[in-house]
């Protein structure tokens, strides 16, 4: 698949092959999902809790006597139906994390990557050089782009720190090392843009000679 390279300021420069393995299979709709899935489990903290009638406080003796009171029988204060009492059931520290194979992983991005590049979504930079930090610039570089009015993932090959302290202030853009790529990133933006360094190192990552 062939896609044109553009510079910063929104000229097209060149063409780069896009890997048909990669960016042109049929969408696994499934895989995607369950990896979206595993990753959205797999970032929750599972640190909630609730004290039960052996955890909270009191309850070491009968409350009244079991009979001639005209009340109903009581064994403790803690019990769940008392109100301070213990809770039954609840929630205990727990882990959420979920696995999945190195292969399901890697068929799901390029199931994500394929869908982008069907859309039409992907855009490919020659580079991403900034002399030194300035949003405005990654704002209008956006502009000679078409694609300001839209979310942005920025994929990188490597630390670019201009560029990352440029776009942090820009709520609609996420910058991200290429080989951190995830599902849920892919799905979330309506863009992704990407350098062509960026590009070969997702080719040497998610080549088909990967599985082996």
Known sequence: MQVPVRNMAGDTVD???LRDDIFAIEPNVAVMHQALVRQMANARLGTHSTKTRG????GGRKPWRQKGTGRARQG????????GGGIALGPKPRSYAQKMNRKMRRLALRSALSVKAAEDQIVVLDSL???EPRTKEVSAMLERLNIADETVLVLLPEPNDNFELSARNLPFIKTLRANCLSVRDLLRYDRILMTRDAVEMIHGWLGATREA
């Open 129 to 131: 050089e900034m002399p």
């Open 76 to 83: 403790s204060i803690v019990a769940p139906h008392w109100v």
């Open 15 to 17: 063409q780069i092959e």
């Open 55 to 58: 955890e909270v406080s009191g």
